[in-house]
């Protein structure tokens, strides 16, 4: 996986994974499980809205999650913009799943590779449904990844553009 | 159907020979066999009878999730195989755990287990994908390493796929070969690779999409921080400059680089050491690999690990202020003991292993040791605590004057260890195809009073400064090496302690130390050490320990987090989150009994298992001195299997359950049919 994709763009605060001098990922995969359950009470890999990728040979890990363009170009590409996938008063894009139609245009939109929206498929067209971090914007103890990673090689950037 | 937590609701019976699928009910089974290791008991126990070869197509390879797998519960990413086991002597039901991602991948592809049977008629290795499970032939991958082999399966079926997979050790039938998936997590101790070999089985690969629904969220969370109270703390890459047993370590010219990893999907602890940059038996690339426990002494085996008085270094007995677990000390997890604990000075009395003089400490060698085999798929311990000792103390004996393996048995030699492991992998020359057969059966061929029993001159005690005796074969019952047994490696545990391992040992079929590491609690220690064999509370402790164990290989939990004496219904607490059963300590004890009962008739079904057998299997061992020269004598070792037997519900006399026993469990059916076959004890009036 490359970031060919990405261009020098601006970024609002989002979740970022140490260097291996502060701290090395376990590959435990506690951000993925966490992040779906909290979201939506389950553990699957369609669910999970930050990707552990993992070296099977080289045991080494790199973490992937929505970048929080302050473009959001991803919220600019839904058609059901504003009731799908919605803007808050943070400047943080939600998916609104209700209205979400599985059209997967965020997905095509998202400027990264691999695109850090996830996507449940489905027989059923209804349950199609995008999968986006929101930053746990409305969860008190915040975002759940980082409160479970046990080697605390997650964190929030501490302002926007920075790592 | 009421919607499952936990489990996924479906085990696959997967024929090799006609390459047919069909579905079995998790519910078949669940929740009188709680999963994992209980459920193929249960299985195993229905479908396979006596007579039958660890290498016949009748022979079967059970795999199970636990109903924890996948559900973000810590440990439960831990699963479990179990088959007949060549390595085992004789061949016997045995099991075999292990970690990583495969587990988990197996149950969001819908299903909670494997049942394989049959032979393939050629190479193949089953590519499964929500739901759909396929043959596809292996003739491509036939022959490949591990890691290649794991390489050509990502890059077929997708960089996601998680598999396991055998490496030549597997295809050729060396019985010690292992299975092995993501973060070189192994199934290693009951020869499962050769069963694949055999079944012409070189790999499973998995996809899957779908979910695992824990029924308890708020309850998953919270195990997440309170199970073995994880550090949450960063855990920086090291540059460390010595390495060894710790206490022993030796420089390492240039240092190496040291991180930590998880074992298995959704554990909240690192307990596996990674070490980076390391030198490969096969190219010029450095690789990386883990170090998890009996590899750090491929680095270098002069001393054995140091004795830390009756609580520590392993653990075994504990207070509430000093509990941990074995193995988290090679991997440098333990905070130094609590000095306010009023028991202390008598539980920390610290002091040198034997020193054993096996071969130097060589970083680079060590490494190559370890590449060798984690590719070739390859149980480490029978390598490194057996085949290599053996050699080393055989050679310095004058025994092996007459064998030509087409090298001077040198151990010191990365060279020759090459060309060991070359000959023993590929069944090459009369004595390659030899120790492929294991040690166990090589050394009765080579005969045993010489290549087993002669006496190795080069034991050192340190605790009563003399030399010692110790057999030059370290082997212990069935066919397996010893392991924290009082002598050899891991030697340096007191006899209250080694008793209570051996007995353990005893009535397994593998080496068992693995998934059931000893504990008690540091009060019985005060009451039971002065007459181990005498006191029931040593039998009570091992019998905790067997139950644990098999509730860890069934919830599924790990021998790194449990037992936790303080904590006792931590695995009760773990089911009930992942399926909604209410569960409490008393009703699980009373699933891993009915499990262990389960195991026991098997082997008496099977195997002929009886107490003049296991007795005569365990007792040589322990002959040989502890490095404090004590051995335990024929009566006070029968007096605790007297004990044990009671405690148990066994018939003292034949060793076999009894009537009551079983139906005490719900197992009447299992009685009848051993009733039937003369082997259940008659009722006592």
């Known amino acids: 996986m490359n970031e060919k994709k990405q261009t020098t763009r601006a970024l609002g605060r989002h979740i970022v994974q140490s260097p291996p001098e502060v701290s090395f990922c376990a590959g435990c995969s506690a951000c993925e499980i966490v992040c779906s359950l909290v979201h939506d009470g389950v553990v699957g890999h369609a669910y999970s809205r930050i990707f552990v990728n993992k070296g099977t040979r080289s045991m080494v890990s790199t973490i992937y999650s929505c970048q929080h363009c302050l473009d959001h170009p991803c919220y600019e590409a839904c058609p059901r913009k504003d009731q799908a996938m919605c803007l808050d008063e943070n400047g943080i894009v939600y998916i609104n799943e209700e209205h979400c139609i599985g059209c997967k245009r965020c997905i095509k939109a998202c400027v990264f590779d691999p695109p850090r929206i996830n996507y449940v498929h489905s027989k059923d067209k209804t349950k199609r449904k995008a999968k986006k971090c929101d930053l746990c914007r409305t969860r008190p103890e915040g975002p759940a990844c980082i409160e479970f990673c046990q080697v605390s090689c997650l964190g929030l950037s501490k302002s926007e553009n920075s790592d | ?685």
């Open chain 2, 1 to 685: 159907m009421a919607e499952l937590y936990g489990y996924v609701g479906k085990i696959a019976r997967i024929n090799l020979t006609d390459q047919t699928v069909s579905i079995i009910p998790t519910t078949n089974y669940v929740p009188k066999y709680i999963g994992g290791r209980s459920i193929a008991n249960k299985i195993f126990w229905d479908e396979v009878g006596p007579g039958v070869k660890a290498f016949d197509p009748e022979n079967k390879i059970i795999y199970m999730t636990g109903p924890t797998t996948a559900t973000g519960i810590p440990t439960g990413g831990r699963t479990v195989f179990t088959t007949i086991s060549p390595n085992s002597l004789p061949e016997q039901y045995a099991w075999s755990g292990i970690g990583g991602d495969f587990g988990a991948e197996v149950k969001f592809a819908g299903f909670d287990g494997f049942i394989i049977e049959g032979k393939a008629k050629e190479p193949t290795y089953l590519f499964i994908e929500d739901g759909d499970i396929k043959f596809l032939s292996a003739r491509n991958l036939w022959g490949k390493l591990v890691h290649a082999t794991q390489s050509k399966l990502e890059e077929i079926h997708g960089q996601d796929v998680k598999s396991v997979v055998i490496g030549p050790a597997g295809e050729n039938l060396v019985r010690n070969a292992s299975v092995t998936t993501s973060n070189d997590n192994v199934a290693a101790k009951a020869g499962l690779g050769a069963v694949f070999g055999s079944k012409n089985l070189k790999a499973i690969t998995v996809r899957g999409r779908g979910t695992v629904i824990p029924a308890n969220i708020p309850k998953v969370l919270e195990l997440r921080k309170k199970m073995a109270e994880p550090s949450m703390a960063p855990r920086p890459v090291v540059h460390e400059t010595h390495h060894g047993i710790p206490g022993t370590e030796k420089p390492v010219p240039g240092g190496w680089k040291r991180a930590q990893v998880a074992c298995s999907y959704g554990c909240n602890q690192h307990c596996m050491c990674l070490m980076l940059g390391m030198k490969s038996a096969f190219g010029e690339e450095k690789v990386n690999h883990v170090e998890k426990c009996v590899s750090i002494v491929a680095f270098g085996f002069e001393e054995d690990v140091p004795y830390g008085g009756p609580g520590g270094p392993g653990g075994i007995f504990q207070t509430e202020q000093n509990h941990y677990l074995a193995c988290k000390l090679l991997s440098r997890e333990v905070d130094p003991p609590d000095t306010s604990d009023p028991y202390f000075e008598q539980q920390f009395t610290p002091g040198p292993g034997d020193v054993l003089n096996f071969w130097k400490h060589d970083f680079e060698k060590g490494s190559v040791i370890n590449d060798l085999c984690n590719e070739y798929g390859i149980d480490k311990w029978d390598v490194l605590i057996w085949l290599l000792p053996w050699l080393s103390m055989g050679k310095k004996e004058g025994v092996f004057d007459e064998i030509d393996l087409g090298m001077e048995i040198d151990v010191e030699s990365e060279e020759f260890i090459k060309h060991l492991m070359d000959i023993i992998v590929y069944r090459k020359g009369y004595y390659g195809d030899l120790l492929a057969e294991g040690m166990a059966r090589a050394i009765r061929v080579l005969g045993k009073e010489k290549f087993g029993d002669t006496i190795y001159h080069g034991r050192y005690s340190r605790q009563i400064n003399k030399r010692l005796d110790l057999p030059i074969s370290l082997e212990t019952a069935w066919g397996h090496s010893v392991h924290w047994q009082g002598r050899g490696f891991e030697a340096s545990i007191a006899k209250p302690a080694w008793v209570a391992t051996n007995l353990h040992q005893m009535t397994s079929t593998r080496d068992t130390q693995t998934i059931q590491h000893h504990h008690d609690t540091f009060e019985n220690y005060l009451e039971l050490k002065d007459d181990p064999c005498r006191s029931p509370l040593t039998a009570q402790a091992v019998i905790m320990g067997e139950n644990k164990a098999e509730i860890k290989d069934s919830v599924t939990c790990c021998d790194w987090q449990s037992p936790n004496l303080f904590w006792p219904d931590m695995e009760a607490q773990m089911f009930e989150a992942a399926t909604g059963i209410p569960m409490t300590e008393e009703e699980l004890n009373i699933a891993a009994e009915r499990s262990r009962l389960l195991f026991r008739a098997i082997t008496i079904r099977n195997y002929g298992r009886a107490r003049e057998l296991e007795v005569n299997a365990i007792f040589p061992i322990m002959q040989y001195p502890d490095p404090w020269g004590e051995t335990v004598t024929w009566e006070e070792w029968n007096d605790l299997v007297d004990l044990y037997y009671e405690q148990r519900g066994y018939d003292k006399e034949t060793g076999w359950p009894t009537r009551a026993t079983y139906e005490k469990y719900g197992l009447k059916d299992v009685a009848d049919e051993l009733e039937a076959l003369g082997k259940l004890p008659p009722a006592k009036k």
